[in-house]
Nanobody, 126 residues
């Protein structure tokens, strides 16, 4: 199983970016997607999660961190893709963003396995 994260880049404060996470491999279902971020010199922070994604290709229960509430949201795009839509970006949002998924593997027991994608760098200039 691989998680491919993309969409990072340089943007001015107040701008928008859309990060994408695409899962591939021997997947039976994905029970949860999440985005984390890590700014230089800081710990990893949970940004947003979407659950209830295993048996439907749309919708889900979305939760976002207080620091990004009203600016960031998650958008489903089928069973294996989720986007982090980031609006009204601030310099404090500068970080590497990581996609995470709780994956039930095909042909195996109904047990979730945690997978991570490589980080995609978001830089917000003031």
């Amino acid at each position: 199983v691989q998680l491919q994260a993309s969409g990072g880049g340089l943007v001015q404060a107040g701008g928008s970016l859309r990060l994408s996470c695409v899962a591939s491999g021997d997947i039976f279902s994905i029970r949860r997607f999440a985005w984390y971020r890590q700014a230089p010199g800081k710990g990893r922070e949970l940004v947003a999660t979407i659950t209830g994604t295993a048996y439907t290709s749309t919708g889900g229960d979305i939760s976002v961190a207080d620091s990004v509430k009203g600016r960031f949201t998650l958008v489903r795009d089928g069973y294996y893709t989720v986007h982090l839509q980031m609006n009204s970006l601030k310099p404090d949002d500068t970080a590497s963003y990581y996609c995470n998924a709780d994956v039930v593997l095909a042909g195996g027991k109904n047990v979730g396995v945690d997978y991570w994608g490589k980080g995609t760098l978001v830089t917000v200039s003031s």
